[in-house]
């Protein structure tokens, strides 16, 4: 990715408000593409079947959760390099920790704020831009 | 709670024979309900109760605050909004009155970076405004997790009108049942709403960020 301005986004969560929320957020922070999934079946089709970059996804959804949907990223040869960034309301350690070993490039607690995002997103990019 | 009769009532003296044949019922009925299996289920659905109401307390609070924010950052933006109108009306008078003078004495400079800084604020608010819609999601997940306790608390009711219904009426129940409930699927925790005490969860996100950190992450 030459600039990382074009990076494509899959925001994915059950909740078009918290989508509009991350979307709008990513745009401030500098990061206009971006599309939406509302749950995991869903967002794992569209990243089968699309080129993105990036994945911010809640837990807590219908159909596929948040876990089944990073376990099945991680488990997919072409999908496993993919940074995923969990926003979640899931507040639990043994969640954060399952998120993480799981392969979680972050995790954020909802509620969260425009800093807390910018910070993650930023330091996944800067941690990608360093294994490139 | 003690009830005040009017002088003119008198409360009819129960004979102990009534006392104990209500004992007896209840204590029948108690059993009934034992034998049938619902008491236990019924009891673990009413025992969850108090967290249907903490969870509803946290949704009114959480709107609340969302609403009060948003009004109080519409009422910054609109009086930032003001000011900037107030300002305009105030150069356009200027320049009106001596275009020169307005540019040489640095009124319209002045008003450009006015306009920026203000205009930067305003954005600030906006995306305040944006971010405090995020109650939707967060008392969303909790409306849900009480209408499954709502649901599963009827469902344990509807069973034990079933099972001391007549059999016709109680078979004409239970298929109307079975073809309106709609299976709900499990979730997750959602947001926690009462952290106090708790070890088990994060507070905060710099309450993750530290686990992560001990975890190596």
Same mark, same amino acid.
């Given at each position: 990715?030459?600039?990382?301005?074009?990076?494509?986004?899959?925001?994915?969560?059950?909740?078009?408000?918290?989508?509009?929320?991350?979307?709008?957020?990513?745009?401030?922070?500098?990061?206009?593409?971006?599309?939406?999934?509302?749950?995991?079946?869903?967002?794992?089709?569209?990243?089968?079947?699309?080129?993105?970059?990036?994945?911010?996804?809640?837990?807590?959804?219908?159909?596929?959760?948040?876990?089944?949907?990073?376990?099945?990223?991680?488990?997919?040869?072409?999908?496993?390099?993919?940074?995923?960034?969990?926003?979640?309301?899931?507040?639990?350690?043994?969640?954060?920790?399952?998120?993480?070993?799981?392969?979680?490039?972050?995790?954020?607690?909802?509620?969260?704020?425009?800093?807390?995002?910018?910070?993650?997103?930023?330091?996944?990019?800067?941690?990608?831009?360093?294994?490139? | 709670?003690?009830?005040?009769?009017?002088?003119?009532?008198?409360?009819?003296?129960?004979?102990?024979?009534?006392?104990?044949?209500?004992?007896?019922?209840?204590?029948?009925?108690?059993?009934?309900?034992?034998?049938?299996?619902?008491?236990?289920?019924?009891?673990?659905?009413?025992?969850?109760?108090?967290?249907?109401?903490?969870?509803?307390?946290?949704?009114?609070?959480?709107?609340?605050?969302?609403?009060?924010?948003?009004?109080?950052?519409?009422?910054?933006?609109?009086?930032?909004?003001?000011?900037?109108?107030?300002?305009? &009306?105030?150069?356009?008078?200027?320049?009106?009155?001596?275009?020169?003078?307005?540019?040489?004495?640095?009124?319209?400079?002045?008003?450009?970076?006015?306009?920026?800084?203000?205009?930067? &604020?305003?954005?600030?608010?906006?995306?305040?405004?944006?971010?405090?819609?995020?109650?939707?999601? #967060?008392?969303?997940?909790?409306?849900?997790?009480?209408?499954?306790?709502?649901?599963?608390?009827?469902?344990?009711?509807?069973? #034990?009108?079933?099972?001391?219904?007549?059999?016709?009426?109680?078979?004409?129940?239970?298929?109307? #049942?079975?073809?309106?409930?709609?299976?709900?699927? +499990? &979730?997750?925790?959602?947001?926690?709403?009462? +952290?106090?005490? &708790?070890?088990?969860?994060?507070?905060?996100?710099?309450?993750?960020?530290?686990?992560?950190?001990?975890?190596?992450?």
């Amino acid at each position: 990715m030459s600039n990382p301005a074009d990076m494509k986004f899959l925001i994915v969560d059950d909740f078009s408000t918290m989508r509009r929320i991350v979307r709008g957020l990513l745009k401030e922070i500098g990061y206009n593409n971006a599309e939406e999934a509302e749950d995991g079946a869903v967002a794992l089709n569209m990243l089968k079947n699309g080129r993105y970059d990036f994945v911010v996804s809640d837990i807590n959804m219908p159909n596929m959760n948040g876990f089944e949907l990073l376990k099945a990223i991680k488990a997919d040869d072409g999908l496993k390099h993919l940074p995923v960034l969990m926003v979640t309301a899931e507040a639990r350690k043994e969640d954060i920790v399952l998120a993480a070993q799981s392969g979680a490039a972050g995790y954020i607690v909802k509620p969260f704020t425009k800093a807390t995002l910018e910070e993650k997103v930023q330091k996944i990019m800067q941690k990608l831009a360093a294994t490139a | 709670m003690s009830i005040d009769l009017p002088d003119n009532m008198q409360m009819p003296a129960a004979s102990p024979e009534i006392f104990q044949q209500l004992g007896q019922l209840t204590r029948q009925l108690h059993d009934t309900m034992n034998m049938l299996g619902v008491l236990p289920d019924l009891k673990n659905h009413v025992d969850n109760l108090p967290d249907a109401r903490s969870r509803l307390n946290y949704i009114a609070t959480k709107t609340a605050d969302a609403a009060e924010k948003v009004l109080n950052l519409v009422d910054t933006a609109k009086a930032d909004q003001e000011h900037i109108a107030t300002e305009t &009306r105030k150069l356009a008078a200027l320049i009106t009155a001596d275009p020169v003078k307005a540019v040489a004495s640095g009124a319209v400079f002045n008003f450009v970076q006015d306009v920026e800084t203000t205009t930067h &604020r305003v954005d600030g608010h906006l995306t305040d405004i944006m971010m405090a819609q995020d109650f939707h999601d #967060l008392t969303g997940q909790v409306v849900a997790k009480v209408v499954r306790l709502a649901n599963d608390l009827e469902g344990q009711l509807v069973k #034990l009108l079933v099972q001391a219904a007549p059999p016709e009426q109680a078979q004409k129940v239970e298929a109307a #049942l079975t073809s309106h409930h709609a299976p709900i699927e +499990p &979730r997750l925790d959602g947001p926690v709403v009462n +952290p106090e005490g &708790r070890t088990d969860v994060v507070a905060d996100q710099s309450e993750v960020d530290d686990l992560l950190a001990s975890l190596g992450f």
